[in-house]
Each structure stands twice: as C-alpha cells, then as structure tokens.
C-alpha cells in the first residue's frame, strides 16, 4: 500500500530505492525512543550508482549538486521507511538534517545547495517536513561525493 507521503514522492519523480547497507562499521539508523537517527546518507541513485562525484566550484555544478543533495534526501526517506517498518505514516516530524558539502576554500553556496533536500522534505512531507538543519564546506566525502547528508527524526 502506498501512502500519502510515497504518492508525494512519485508526484515529484522519485521512487524510494532500496535502503543501503553500511560499508563500515555503523548502523544504517538507530532508534532510541521515537527518535530516529539516520546515519549519513550519500547520493547514490535508485539503480546503486553515483551519477554526481567531485568537488562544487570545481568538478561539478551547483546545480549537479542540488541534485545529489536531493538524491540524499531521498536515501534519508527510504532509511526512514525502514526504521518504521515499512509505514511513512508514523513519521511525525523531520526534526533536524546535518549536511556535508565537498567544496573549494572560499565557497559559500552550501545552504543553497542543501535546499535541495530541505525542499524536497517539506515537499514530501508538508509541515512535519520543516526541520533545524547544519550546511558546512569540506575539502573532502567519502567516495569523492558532492554531499552527505545525515538526519534526525521523530517517529511514532
């Protein structure tokens, strides 16, 4: 059965893939509570590749790499669906997104860049999408990728 939140998605063009396994030594999420926290996420696609790599003012574009944080996002939710058992519905509020942008020394865009999954989370979610959020330059992500993106959310 698909819900409202799933039918958001499709609306917008996406489709949850398939969570990812860790490829070290962590847990894809943790519950403790009715938190959740969702290990961070990069932007490999529905199909397990990376179409975005490289460094942002260097390699790859602002817009490639709103893609990427958007394809994080989506990766978050899926994550999310696993952490509640299959069902979207008991995801009560997307509380906070902690967000890692490969760049050049002296690039300032990351909060542009990183609305790519902040407005895809209000997209999806509506109000309960709303969240606190950390958008912060490094010189270097695993897997040479343009974004990774972590997440806090409260679950019934």
């Known amino acids: 059965m698909v819900n409202i939140y799933e039918k958001n998605l499709e609306k917008l063009g996406f489709v949850l893939p398939t969570p990812t396994k860790p490829v070290a030594n962590y847990l894809p999420f943790v519950k403790s509570g009715n938190i959740v926290s969702i290990s961070g996420q990069i932007p490999f696609d529905s199909n397990g590749k990376l179409p975005y790599l490289g460094k942002v003012g260097d390699t790859i574009s602002q817009e490639d790499a709103i893609?990427?944080?958007q394809l994080c996002a989506?990766?978050?939710?899926?994550?999310a669906k696993m952490a509640c058992d299959g069902d979207l519905n008991r995801?009560?509020?997307?509380?906070?997104?902690?967000?890692?942008?490969?760049?050049?020394?002296?690039?300032?865009?990351?909060?542009?860049?990183?609305?790519g999954a902040s407005d895809l989370m209000?997209?999806?979610?509506?109000?309960?999408?709303?969240?606190?959020?950390?958008?912060?330059?490094?010189?270097?992500?695993p897997l040479n990728v343009p974004v990774e993106i972590d997440a806090l959310i409260e679950i019934s």
């Not at 490969?102 to 865009?109: L, S």
């Not at 209000?122 to 969240?131: D, L, N």
């Open 67 to 69: 893609k990427a944080a």
């Open 74 to 79: 989506i990766n978050i939710i899926s994550q």
């Open 91 to 115: 995801v009560v509020r997307i509380i906070k997104l902690g967000a890692f942008v490969n760049c050049i020394d002296g690039f300032a865009g990351q909060p542009n860049i990183i609305n």
């Open 122 to 141: 209000v997209a999806v979610f509506g109000e309960k999408g709303k969240h606190s959020r950390s958008a912060v330059g490094t010189n270097a992500l």
